[in-house]
Each structure stands twice: as structure tokens, then as C-alpha cells.
């Protein structure tokens, strides 16, 4: 009998530690856009009448904005928000359309999605 017992402590020890769950979520940090990286979205509240803005960050080709947001800021994980994971730091931004160009220097946040305004 004390075989038996001794047989189901051991049992429930082995089962009570495989149970036993270790969470070290917390200390492992999250980097939504890769690590030492954050995201740039770039909007226009309203469409100013010169069509679509051709993006160029840091000299290079980015696309195109062509949506325009007149009920304010989108989110950041609104599609048809022009985005793009950058690493952090100071970048540079230079878009054209039919009344001409902006350039601008911006700054990312590493996790961080930075909403730019282009202003018309």
C-alpha cells in the first residue's frame, strides 16, 4: 500500500511540474515592425486638386498616395493608408504632384507608427 502511495505522489509531482507553466512574455519586448525598427504612414486629409503624390523617402522610390482622409487621421493599420516599415531614426521625405514637391525630415520610433500629414 505505501508502494501505491508513494507511486501516485510521484505521479502527481511529475504532472503538478509539467503543469507548471513559465512566462517570460514580459521580459521578451515586443517589435511589431521588426526589431529596432517603426513604421511611417503618410495621409492627406484632402484631396487639393493635383492628383497623386509620388513618395520618395531617404532618395528612394516609395509609391504612391492617391487616398485622401477628410474625416482625420487614420489608423495606422488602415489599408488604405500609405505605409512602410523604416528603421529609427531621421529620415528624409520628398513627394511630388502637379502643384510641385514637399520635402520634410521625419522621425521614427523603434515599435512606433509615426503619422505625417501631408499638408496641400
Known amino acids: 500500500m505505501i508502494k501505491i502511495a508513494c507511486f501516485c505522489f510521484i ?20 517589435h511589431p515592425y521588426g526589431a529596432g525598427n517603426g513604421q511611417i504612414m503618410i495621409y492627406a486629409l484632402q484631396d487639393c486638386h493635383h492628383g497623386s503624390t509620388t513618395v520618395y523617402i531617404d532618395g528612394q522610390y516609395c509609391g504612391v498616395i492617391g487616398n485622401y482622409f477628410p474625416s482625420g487621421t487614420p489608423d495606422c493599420n488602415n489599408s488604405q493608408a500609405f505605409t512602410k516599415v523604416l528603421s529609427a531614426g531621421t529620415h528624409h521625405f ?25 499638408n496641400c
Not at 505521479?11 to 515586443?30: Q, R
Request: charge should be negative; charged fraction near 10%; include cysteine.
Open 11 to 30: 505521479l502527481l509531482s511529475i504532472g503538478a511540474i509539467g503543469c507548471s507553466k513559465n512566462d517570460n512574455s514580459s521580459s521578451v519586448p515586443s
Open 94 to 118: 520628398h513627394g511630388v504632384n502637379s502643384a510641385g514637391s514637399y520635402d520634410s525630415d521625419f522621425n521614427i520610433l523603434q515599435d512606433q507608427c509615426t503619422p505625417y500629414n501631408l
